[in-house]
C-alpha cells in the first residue's frame, strides 16, 4: 500500500507537512502536451505497458498563528470513475495519512482548492449513508469563484474532471467560500489567480520571516515542466495563458528562492528553481528538513 511518511517542517514561522493522497496513473502523452515523445521519453523512466505514468497527489498542510490549512484533497475515498485511461486505484489515502501524522478532519480550518479537477477536489467530500458530505466538517472551503462557475456549468471536454459531489455538498453544508482576487487566507498565506490550467485556477504563495515559498497548483505536472516552460500540459485549457502565468510566477520564484511545492512531483514534491548560465533554470529537490 502507497503510505509516505512526512515531518513537520518551517519556513520561517509557517509550519508545513506534505501529506500524500497517493498516486495516480495518466496517459503521458497528454500529460506533456507538444513535446515529442522522443523528449520526454527520458523524465519518465516508470512509463508502463499503456504508455502511462505515476503521478503524485501531494497535499500540503500548512499552520499559521494556530490555524490548520490544507491544500487540495486528492482524489479521495469515494467511488469514481477516472477519466479518460487513468488509474485510480493507488489513490485515496490523504485521511489516513492525515491520522498517521496525528491530523484528524475536524481539527483543519480551512481547505483550499488550486482548482476543483476530480484529483485536486476529490477529497474535500467523503460518503455517509450513502450521500456524499464535507470531509473536513469544521473547515471553510475557499474556491476561486471563477472555478466553481466553470465546475457547476462543465462542457464537453471538462465534464468528465468536474464532479459535481466533490463541491455541490460544501455548499448545501454552507461551508464553502467563493473568493476573486488575492485572498489572505492566514498570516503568510495567500491565495492568488493563477490561469492557464483552467480559467480559475490559483495557487498559494508563502511568506514568513524573509522566506517564501509556493505551492504550484498545476502549473506543471512535472517539476522539469518549470523548467522548461514552453512545455504545456494538454490537460490546460488556456495553453498560452499557461505560458504567461508560469513565467511571471517562476521569474518570481527564482529571484525569491523560493520552496516550491509541487502538487504532482514523486512525493513530497519540494523544490526550487536555480538559475543557471545561459538563462537556464534547474529544479534542485529538497528535502522535507529545511
Not at 516550491?260 to 533554470?281: D, K, M, N, T, Y
Request: hydrophobic letters at 40%.
Amino acid at each position: 500500500m502507497f503510505t509516505p511518511m512526512g515531518q513537520w517542517f518551517r519556513l520561517g514561522e509557517l509550519e508545513l507537512l506534505v501529506v500524500s493522497d497517493g498516486v495516480i496513473w495518466q496517459d503521458a502523452g497528454a500529460t506533456f502536451g507538444l513535446v515529442p515523445r522522443v523528449i520526454w521519453e527520458r523524465y519518465t523512466p516508470d512509463l508502463d505497458d499503456k504508455n502511462r505514468i505515476p503521478v503524485g497527489l501531494n497535499s500540503l498542510l500548512i499552520r499559521s498563528e494556530g490555524k490548520l490549512i490544507l491544500v487540495d484533497t486528492g482524489v479521495g475515498t469515494k467511488s469514481v470513475r477516472a477519466p479518460g485511461a487513468m488509474v485510480i486505484e493507488e489513490s485515496g489515502r490523504l485521511l489516513e495519512n492525515l491520522g498517521r501524522e496525528g491530523v484528524s478532519a475536524d481539527e483543519i480550518d480551512i481547505v483550499v482548492n488550486t482548482h476543483l479537477h476530480f484529483d485536486h477536489g476529490g477529497g474535500n467530500t467523503v460518503m455517509a449513508d450513502g450521500v456524499p458530505v464535507p470531509a473536513f466538517p469544521r473547515a471553510r472551503y475557499f474556491i476561486a469563484k471563477g472555478e466553481w462557475e466553470a465546475a457547476s456549468h462543465p462542457n464537453e471536454r471538462t465534464r468528465g474532471t468536474y464532479l459535481l459531489e466533490n463541491f455541490e455538498p460544501l455548499q448545501d453544508a454552507r461551508e464553502v467560500e467563493l473568493v476573486t482576487g488575492d485572498v489572505e487566507l492566514a498570516k503568510g498565506v495567500r491565495l492568488l489567480p493563477a490561469p492557464g490550467h483552467t480559467e480559475g485556477h490559483c495557487v498559494i504563495e508563502l511568506e514568513s520571516g524573509g522566506r517564501y515559498g509556493l505551492c504550484v497548483g498545476e502549473l506543471s505536472q512535472l517539476p522539469v515542466m518549470l523548467e522548461r516552460l514552453a512545455w504545456i500540459s494538454a490537460f490546460d485549457v488556456l495553453p498560452l495563458v499557461s505560458l504567461s502565468t508560469k513565467r511571471r510566477m517562476m521569474d518570481w520564484a527564482v529571484e525569491k528562492r523560493a520552496l516550491l511545492i509541487s502538487v504532482h512531483a514523486p512525493f513530497p514534491g519540494l523544490g526550487r528553481l536555480v538559475a543557471e548560465e545561459g538563462g537556464r533554470r534547474k529544479w534542485m529537490q529538497e528535502k522535507e528538513d529545511l
